[in-house]
């Protein structure tokens, strides 16, 4: 396009004599336009693919995160398992545990979950204390020597008692009740497992709750669901 040419063009726009679509690029090739609307379609997304992908990433997380909190079931009563027992036993505690649990969150459903240390000693270890600190779970079940050495390590660490007592349970002071010795543990045969039962030491609703289940294992409360 020669230099007069290219100074009429641009009159001509200026005039609203001609649409901008119908001058030539400076490329000096035509600029062909989509005029189909799969053709308008596919150069949208070629020149918006940054912003959608971007887009697409988070409807992802949001729909995620909405379904962590509308839709996952959450559970009634959580429990840290401090102890090394095998998922056939941690399955037999969850399933045969809920006739003793209320239904605390009122929606029709009782679930008891356990989360069980990791098997590596120093992530197990580095676990253990996290969830002491961060954790959800307000019971511990395990060995009487490894949660009463946890106790003791908080105590001493940071003058906490992180186990509440269970002397309103019970009838005796300590802070651990041996499962054996509970209706539950006898119910199901858990006679020669070592397993111990510890109730997390908080000011919230998760104490409460807690005791009152463990309250219902030892003596044998339950309740008749469909």
Not at 114 to 142: C, H, P, R, W
Not at 191 to 196: A, G, H, P, V
Request: contains cysteine.
């Amino acid at each position: 396009m020669s230099i007069d040419n290219d100074k009429r063009e641009l009159l001509k726009l200026k005039q609203g004599l001609i649409e901008e679509s119908e001058a030539i690029d400076e490329s000096g090739y035509d600029v062909v336009m989509p005029d189909t609307f799969m053709g308008k379609l596919k150069n949208f997304i070629w020149h918006n693919k940054p912003g959608i992908i971007i887009g697409i990433i988070l409807i992802a997380i949001i729909a995620v995160v909405c379904w962590f909190f509308l839709v996952a079931e959450k559970p009634d009563i959580s429990i840290y398992s401090a102890g090394n027992y095998n998922v056939t036993l941690r399955q037999l505690i969850e399933s045969n545990s809920e006739k003793y649990c209320p239904d605390f969150d009122k929606n029709g459903k009782v679930k008891v979950s356990i989360k069980q240390a990791g098997s590596d000693a120093v992530m197990g270890f580095t676990d253990l204390y996290s969830e002491v600190e961060n954790g959800n779970a307000s019971i511990y079940i395990g060995s009487r020597d490894k949660l009463t050495a946890l106790y003791e390590d908080m105590k001493t660490a940071k003058n906490q008692e992180i186990f509440a007592s269970l002397k309103e349970i019970t009838g005796e002071d300590g802070y651990l009740i041996d499962v054996s010795k509970t209706a539950f543990g006898k119910d199901n045969k858990l006679l020669t497992i070592e397993i111990y039962i510890a109730v997390k030491n908080t000011d919230t609703d998760s104490r409460k709750q807690a005791m009152e289940f463990v309250s219902n294992l030892y003596n044998g409360k339950t309740y008749m669901r469909d």
